[in-house]
T-cell receptor
Framework: GENVEQHPSTLSVQEGDSAVIKCTYS??????FPWYKQELGKGPQLIID?????GEKKDQRIAVTLNKTAKHFSLHITETQPEDSAVYFC????????FGTGTKLQVIP | NAGVTQTPKFQVLKTGQSMTLQCAQD?????MSWYRQDPGMGLRLIHY???????DQGEVPNGYNVSRSTTEDFPLRLLSAAPSQTSVYFC?????????????FGNGTRLTVT
């Protein structure tokens, strides 16, 4: 089955700086790569996703990149704000997705 | 739309007790699933269903049962709780199984087994 590794496990940045979270996956058949944000006491919520026929996707301050050859994908958050503080999960799969272990992002005002 | 609703929010059980975690969605989603979230281990799939009357095992199914008698509801049963089942449980649904359908999560049930 699919194995997804996510780094770093914790990340602290100053408000206004950029944050980057990286994931690798093992199954070359995976073609869907969503990212979820989980705020304290709540369930994860989709923030952006990318499919294997696209190398990059951007939505305002959030962007994802995908390198299928190297089997890795990344989340980039620019101009971070305190409300970006949360746990972020990457996932990869075909019919079902496998989640990474999460990154706790802290944005320091 | 309420989305995905999970009850209860918190539960404490003694070893060997049984209970059912409830999950309901009002989005007419075909696909429903249960995950457990443990520190440092991400979200692991327990069971899932692609439609009423159809269920299948995920990555960590042992100790849990599910059924899907209606499109809306997907309860998770613990027949004999064990301390290893202490976790936060999330129910999630999507329009269909597959990568065109993002998961919608409930807000979780925090279960402690003593």
């Amino acid at each position: 089955g699919e194995n997804v590794e996510q780094h770093p496990s914790t990340l602290s940045v100053q408000e206004g700086d950029s944050a980057v979270i990286k994931c690798t996956y093992s199954d070359s058949a995976s073609n869907y790569f969503p990212w979820y944000k989980q705020e304290l006491g709540k369930g994860p919520q989709l923030i952006i996703d990318i499919r294997s026929n696209v190398g990059e996707k951007k939505d305002q301050r959030i962007a994802v990149t995908l390198n299928k050859t190297a089997k890795h994908f990344s989340l980039h958050i620019t101009e971070t704000q305190p409300e970006d503080s949360a746990v972020y999960f990457c996932a990869a799969g075909y019919q079902k997705v496998t989640f990474g272990t999460g990154t706790k992002l802290q944005v320091i005002p | 739309n309420a989305g995905v609703t999970q009850t209860p929010k918190f539960q404490v059980l003694k070893t060997g007790q049984s209970m059912t975690l409830q999950c309901a969605q009002d989005m007419n989603h075909e696909y429903m699933s249960w995950y457990r979230q443990d520190p440092g281990m991400g979200l692991r799939l327990i069971h899932y269903s692609v439609g009423a009357g159809i269920t299948d095992q995920g990555e960590v199914p042992n100790g849990y049962n599910v059924s899907r008698s209606t499109t809306e509801d997907f309860p998770l049963r613990l027949l004999s709780a064990a301390p290893s089942q202490t976790s936060v449980y999330f129910c999630a649904s999507s329009l269909s199984q597959g990568n065109n359908s993002p998961l919608h999560f409930g807000n979780g049930t925090r279960l402690t087994v003593t």
